[in-house]
Nanobody, 127 residues
C-alpha cells in the first residue's frame, strides 16, 4: 500500500509554469505505475500523464502533450508533473495516482487502473 500527497499547486498567469510534486509513503513509487489526472469544476476527472514502472515509458493526453512532463525521483521517492505554457483551460484539481500494473504507459491511462489516489492540489491559471 502507498499513501500519496500532492503539493505545488497555486495561481499562475497564462504562459507560466508550475511543478507539482507527489510524495509517497509506504511502498515506493518504483513499485507502481504513476499517473496524474485532473478534474475541472463541473467536469469529469480526466487523464493527464502516466509513467510505467517497468519500461520507463510515458504517455500524455493530447491537451498537455509537449507542455507537461511527468518524471519520478526514485530516491526521494516523489513523482513530478512539470507544467509549462499553462493555459486557463488547465485550471483544475490535479490528482496523483498509483497503479499496480506492469504495462507500458499507453495502456494505463484510465482512472479505473489506479488503486491509490492523493487528495489533490488546486491549479488555477488566470488569463
Amino acid at each position: 500500500q502507498v499513501q500519496l500527497v500532492e503539493s505545488g499547486g497555486g495561481l499562475v498567469q497564462a504562459g507560466g509554469s508550475l511543478r507539482l510534486s507527489c510524495s509517497a509513503s509506504g511502498r515506493t513509487p518504483s513499485s507502481y505505475a504513476m499517473g496524474w489526472f485532473r478534474q475541472a469544476p463541473g467536469k469529469e476527472r480526466e487523464f493527464v500523464a502516466t509513467t510505467s514502472r517497468t519500461d520507463d515509458t510515458t504517455y500524455y493526453a493530447n491537451a498537455v502533450k509537449d507542455r507537461f512532463i511527468i518524471s519520478r525521483d526514485v530516491a526521494k521517492p516523489t513523482v513530478y508533473l512539470q507544467m509549462n505554457s499553462l493555459k486557463p483551460e488547465d485550471t483544475a484539481v490535479y490528482y496523483c495516482a498509483a497503479a499496480e500494473s506492469s504495462r507500458s504507459a499507453y495502456y494505463i491511462r484510465k482512472s479505473a487502473e489506479y488503486r491509490y489516489w492523493g487528495q489533490g492540489t488546486q491549479v488555477t491559471v488566470s488569463s
